[in-house]
């Protein structure tokens, strides 16, 4: 470790906001737009619930709205020219493709930003957060959890791969069978399933993703999702990246605890991760200033 | 270059809902199998059965490819009194399925 990382000399203390300016933040901005998504699925599914498709009136079932649905059909809708596979519609397509075209601009912030299953998830945490902080026997009780598990702490890296075999198993298995082979694993389905009274394997799924976001940000991006799989590939021509200045870094490691994804972002120079969604909550997070930056440079080499 | 973070947050939902309205203004949009690009809604029409499907009702097929409706029924073991507005995945039994409908329809000689 260099001096300059020890005693930072020209980074100043970020100025506090207070009551409303508090408020006024990228954070804010990025939680509104994740809620709007997520209540507008909502809407759609309930309405395909309650009015269904039946009769004159058409309504949209939620899957018409997930671009999982456009990365499943990928390979039919190439080779067939514009066919997909049943469940698929065009809409699916589109969203494939808008989601891609954020990847190839700026990363997974999809994911951070847009993500209505990465919202549920960081909702979860965020109350895990909140119940720990006003009761602390349950504080106690998950840090002695999370002490006792910290063994499991070296299967995090392996298990990040987990979601390129998904991505291979979800792309191929629809490609070789010719329908949607992740749809009954799928948390996401198995969530507005439930809608339905319709339990399925992904309703185990999103149990258990749900259980693990008390103690895990995230676990369902970090390990498993296969379209996450797909735009951090594509994210990686990016221009955006994070750069951490190391003469003005204290090493204090806030960031790197408020990434949801858990990257050590204290210990990296530039941060280009696969896994990054984008949310800048380390930026928002870092107390210095000119320590931690967004930056837009030469997509791969930009230092 | 140094980005600001709410700079960055329009950037993603700019590309995002850009390509979602684009598309929707160029007419490629579909939220379901019933509806064509233009909103409009899906009728069979007779020419290659890979059209039909589940959301159809027997009404519609018979109509579409000339097979009366007491013909599919007799076909496939079905109820005489089945209504003709039923759609053909709530008719899914151990002897009819849309599939075999399909098939059977692609087979059956044309009047």
């Known amino acids: ?303 | 270059m140094k980005v600001n973070p709410f700079v960055f947050g329009i950037i993603v939902l700019a590309v995002f809902f850009g390509v979602l309205g684009g598309a929707k203004a160029a007419g490629v949009w579909s939220v379901s199998g019933k509806l064509d690009a233009a909103g409009e809604k899906v009728q069979p029409t007779g020419a290659s059965v890979d059209e039909i499907k589940g959301w159809m009702t027997l009404a519609d097929v018979s109509k579409a490819y000339g097979a009366p409706v007491a013909e599919i029924l007799a076909a496939f073991e079905l109820p005489e009194d089945t209504p003709a507005t039923t759609q053909l995945k709530e008719m899914e039994s151990e002897t009819f399925s849309v599939k075999a409908l399909r098939e059977w329809l692609a087979e059956r000689p044309k009047e």
Not at chain 1, 5 to 20: D, E, F, I, Y
Not at chain 1, 244 to 252: G, P, Q, W, Y
Request: aromatic share 10%; glycine share 8%.
């Open chain 1, 1 to 303: 470790m260099t001096a300059a990382l020890r005693t930072p000399t020209v980074s100043k203390v970020k100025p506090r906001r207070k009551g409303l300016a508090a408020l006024w933040s990228h954070r804010t901005m990025r939680r509104l737009t994740q809620l709007g998504v997520f209540l507008f699925i909502a809407f759609i599914a309930v309405r395909h619930t309650l009015v269904g498709e039946a009769g004159a009136t058409i309504t949209a079932s939620w899957e018409a709205y997930c671009p999982m649905g456009g990365l499943e059909s990928l390979y039919k809708f190439v080779i067939s020219g514009g066919k997909t596979v049943p469940h698929v519609h065009l809409s699916n397509m589109v969203l494939l493709v808008a989601t891609l075209a954020v990847a190839l601009v700026a990363r997974n912030s999809f994911c951070g930003w847009i993500c209505p299953l990465g919202f549920i998830q960081e909702m979860v945490s965020s109350f895990s957060t909140f119940v720990q902080k006003k009761a602390p026997p349950v504080r106690r009780a998950v840090k002695a959890l999370k002490t006792r598990g910290a063994r499991l702490a070296v299967l995090d890296r392996p298990l990040r791969f987990l979601k390129y075999g998904v991505l291979i198993w979800v792309v191929g298995g629809a490609a070789v069978y010719g329908f949607m082979v992740f749809r009954d694993v799928d948390p996401w389905a198995g969530l507005w399933g439930l809608l339905e009274l319709s339990f399925t394997f992904g309703t185990v799924v999103l149990l258990i993703v749900l259980v693990a976001s008390l103690f895990v940000e995230r676990p369902w991006c970090r390990y498993a999702c296969p379209l996450g799989a797909a735009t951090g590939l594509v994210g990686k021509l990016s221009p955006f990246y994070l750069k951490r200045e190391a003469s003005a870094c204290t090493n204090c490691a806030i960031c790197s605890r408020a990434c949801p994804m858990g990257l050590p972002v204290h210990k990296a120079e530039t941060i280009k991760h696969a896994d990054c969604v984008g949310c800048l909550d380390c930026v928002g997070e870092c107390p210095r200033e000119g320590a931690l930056e967004l930056k837009v440079g030469l997509p791969i080499v930009a230092k």
